[in-house]
């Protein structure tokens, strides 16, 4: 072998070798982030949050679970690690250093001691400033605090009151904790039920409504947490069952965010229908509003669990939860399933399992010729139960393996008659049958 050959093998041999040394030590000393979120985040209201989405810096899985925590804040002296996991640009040993200082002293009277404590540097705690809460010293047992906020916005195209939210939070000392969320809208379709004269549904025109989709009140301790009302639920079994939005859900979530619109809204959305024209036609198809306040729906009933219990050389936590609430449903993931009519949804040759028309219910003689509705979520169709629970062993902080299951039923709320069987398309996110639930378990 000629020598300058041997020389080219051994340097790079040894370039090769430096390299993977280089990123062996790299990997080893970079910092575990409690939440691997795609970008630093630095930001100081929901516009910037927005600027992150809109420029790809983020997913939009990221920005509904940032958006809910900067509405919910995080308190620095009574969230749980999961809580402060939650926050972005933290590492796990972030978290254990507030966590040691809280110990330590007892209570973070101004988030900058943590920077003079060493715990979190100055660029960290001015990032994730915006997320913070920090409660005072010693409030008395049952002392009230919290919030009421009101807001609203509009255009000059808009014909009709603007959108109004209403969101208030009350606290009574450390362990009791009360919400709600109101909202005026505008294009939310009414009421539906079945006309078997059109063998189709007949929604009530849109207008202005008052709704109250969020309430509760919380008991929450170091030993339990209990609520009553509108919450979410999460766990490690996330492909199992979880409504929450955080990354890494542990627990009960309260819920009483309210969505705002980023595009402007069509002001008419009727088709020709049973007219000879479209009621959309001309200038109208163009025609376009401010966006009404929206909600997700999560859960509605009772919801408890403890984390506290001793077991071996670890812990273990134990929740249950159980809700009831009538649920919206896109018009299109409607089916009719009954014998001989749609036998199979994924039958898309088959005409008849298409999704029912939607008609606007006509005002005087309800035979009366009227527009057909397109693209609309139709209000409280069906009544879903369900039930749930959760059991997690934690040996050490993150080393665990939890269980979670749940079961629900599906009760559809119009009175139809003996020929319609109303179920879900094949694709909707609602399974077929109405029946569904799930067993799973995580290991971390």
């Not at 110990?103 to 003079?116: M, Q, R, S, T, Y």
């Amino acid at each position: 072998m000629r020598p300058q050959t041997m020389l080219k093998r051994t340097f790079a041999t040894s370039v090769l070798g430096a390299l993977a040394a280089l990123a062996a030590s790299l990997l080893a000393s970079a910092p575990a982030h409690a939440i691997p979120y795609e970008a630093f985040i630095d930001i100081e209201t929901e516009d910037d949050l927005d600027d992150l989405l809109a420029s790809g810096q983020i997913e939009p899985d990221t920005h509904e679970a940032l958006r809910v925590l900067l509405d919910r804040g995080v308190d620095l002296n009574t969230a749980t690690r999961e809580e402060l996991y939650s926050l972005p640009n933290l590492t796990y040993a972030d978290v254990d250093a507030i966590l040691d200082y809280r110990k330590l002293n007892g209570f973070v009277a101004d988030p900058i001691d943590l920077v003079a404590a060493g715990a979190l540097t100055e660029e960290k705690l001015l990032a994730i400033s915006s997320f913070l809460i920090v409660g005072r010293r010693a409030p008395s047992k049952y002392e009230p605090h919290g919030f009421v906020r009101v807001f609203t916005r509009g255009t000059q195209a808009d014909r009709t009151v603007p959108p109004v939210g209403l969101r208030a939070r009350v606290r009574a000392g450390k362990e009791l904790t009360a919400g709600v969320a109101a909202t005026l809208t505008r294009l939310r379709v009414g009421d539906v039920t079945w006309d078997p004269n059109r063998d189709a549904f007949l929604a009530d025109e849109r207008g202005v409504q008052a709704h109250v989709p969020k309430a509760y009140i919380r008991y929450k301790q170091d030993k339990l947490d209990l609520i009553a009302g509108t919450y979410r639920i999460g766990f490690g079994e996330r492909l199992t069952f979880d409504t929450a939005t955080d990354y890494t859900p542990n627990g009960i979530y309260v819920d009483d965010q309210l969505s705002r619109g980023y595009d402007l809204s069509r002001d008419c959305v009727e088709s020709t229908g049973e007219l000879a024209a479209s009621p959309c036609g001309g200038d109208l198809r163009y025609e376009y509003v401010t966006p009404d306040f929206s909600w997700s729906e999560g859960l509605r009933g009772v919801a408890a669990g403890t984390e506290q219990i001793p077991l071996g050389q670890g812990r273990l936590q134990a929740y249950g939860w159980g809700s009831y609430q009538h649920r919206s449903i896109y018009q299109y993931e409607i089916a009719n399933r009954a014998a001989g009519v749609c036998d199979d949804p994924r039958d898309d040759g088959n005409a008849a399992c298409a999704a029912p028309d939607v008609y606007v219910r006509p005002g005087g003689d309800p035979l009366a010729p009227t527009p057909e509705y397109a693209y609309q979520t139709l209000p409280e169709m069906f009544a879903e139960s369900l039930v749930g629970g959760n059991l997690t062993y934690f040996a050490a902080r993150r080393d665990f393996i939890g269980v979670t299951a749940y079961g629900a039923t599906t009760q559809w709320l119009a009175d139809t008659p003996q020929d319609v069987r109303l179920d879900t398309q094949e694709w909707s996110r609602w399974p077929i049958g109405g029946r569904h639930g799930a067993v799973g378990t995580s290991l971390g």
